[in-house]
């Protein structure tokens, strides 16, 4: 599985917005990119999935350029539970890779008033 | 509906105590995963099972370590001879299985295990 890397933190203010970004240089051509939140006391938790351009859904963004290199998770307008570590998983559909989440430390957001 | 259920939710033994981890996955997912995770790190893979068929254990730290589930739906991990390295948040998820699709990955609530 491909590895990424990812800023250890950002700090932001409520009503911001909040970019992460992504690098994962050896990302496979079957590869996907996925992006999920962990809360504190919580499990990780789902947030968006792209393999290339721009998806959007209702709580997040996802910019993955042309080379599919890194990719960018944008949170529009932050609010004080936005607070959380953000992961970055690159992985394919295969049936051997599925199961095998890699997490990395991922990127701890910290959302002020 | 109800989500991924673990017990206990915490678990305080001695060095050298074995310990059964329980994992209930949502109904109906094929898939069942085990993590562990280490304070200020994300999760670390374990195994993970499609229905009863244990289809990688390659993150298993060592033979201490096994997990089954016998008839497809609930798991156990069991940690033998428990030592304090294995003091941990373990983690289990589940998904709806198939090969091809992206499955996503709903995480119970963990069993934080401290091994004394």
């Known amino acids: 599985l491909a590895k990424t890397t990812q800023p250890i933190s950002m700090d932001s203010y409520e009503g911001q917005e909040v970019n992460i970004t992504c690098s994962h240089n050896?990302?496979?051509?079957?590869?996907?990119i996925t992006w999920y939140q962990q809360f504190p006391s919580q499990g990780p938790r789902f947030i968006i999935q792209?393999?290339?351009t721009k998806v959007t859904n209702e709580v997040a963004s996802l910019f993955i350029p042309a080379d599919r290199k890194s990719s960018t998770l944008s949170l529009p307008r932050v609010s004080l539970s936005d607070t959380a570590v953000y992961y970055c998983?690159?992985?394919?559909?295969?049936?051997?890779?599925?199961?095998?989440?890699?997490f990395g430390a991922g990127t701890q957001v910290v959302v002020t008033p | 509906g109800a989500g991924v259920s673990q017990s206990p939710r915490y678990k305080v033994t001695k060095r050298g105590q074995d310990v059964a981890l329980r994992c209930d996955p949502i109904?109906?997912?094929?898939?069942l995963y085990w993590y562990r995770q280490a304070l200020g790190q994300g999760p670390e893979f374990l195994t993970y099972?499609?229905?009863?068929?244990?289809?990688?254990k390659s993150g298993l730290p060592n033979d201490r370590f096994s997990a089954e589930r016998p008839e497809g739906s609930i798991s156990t991990l069991t940690i033998q001879r428990t030592e304090q390295r294995d003091s941990a948040m373990y983690r289990c998820?589940?998904?709806?299985?198939?090969?091809?699709?992206?499955?996503?990955?709903?995480f119970g609530p963990g069993t934080r295990l401290t091994v004394l």
């Open positions: 998820a589940s998904s709806l299985g198939g090969t091809g699709v992206f499955n996503e990955q709903f």
């Open positions: 050896n990302i496979a051509t079957n590869d996907y």
């Open positions: 792209g393999y290339k």
């Open positions: 998983l690159v992985g394919g559909h295969a049936t051997d890779s599925w199961g095998k989440l890699q």
């Open positions: 109904s109906g997912h094929v898939s």
């Open positions: 099972f499609n229905y009863e068929a244990q289809q990688d």
